[in-house]
């Protein structure tokens, strides 16, 4: 009966110790839990709506800078068939001065 209860204390101990070891542990988890959470709250807010809201306006921007590329393109060339045909209105009709001044004699 002795040894039982001999075993019985060393068991004790070493369930207690063992709790013990849990408990420190339990403590350690909940200061690393309690730090994470920390982190996450200071962590910025997810951006992701932003980042694709950022992305189309800058798809229709490019779409629109396409277009106004286009449209430029288009009225250099008109520009430039309508400079041609001033240039041959010029040649075919020249002005020159049509109010000359008087020259004075002395």
């Known amino acids: 009966m002795l040894a039982a209860l001999s075993l019985s204390s060393c068991g004790d101990k070493r369930l207690e110790q063992q709790a013990k070891e849990q408990a420190a542990e339990i403590t350690t988890l909940q200061a690393r839990?309690?730090?994470?959470?920390?982190?996450?709250?200071?962590?910025?807010?997810?951006?992701?709506?932003?980042?694709?809201?950022a992305r189309a306006k800058l798809k229709e921007q490019l779409d629109q800078t396409s277009?106004?590329?286009e449209e430029v393109k288009d009225l250099e060339s008109r520009k430039a068939k309508l400079e041609k045909t001033l240039d041959e209105t010029k040649r075919k009709y020249p002005l020159g001065n049509p109010f000359p001044r008087p020259t004075q004699t002395r």
């Open 33 to 53: 839990i309690a730090a994470l959470e920390s982190e996450l709250s200071a962590m910025p807010p997810d951006v992701t709506p932003a980042l694709d809201e």
């Open 67 to 69: 277009k106004l590329e």
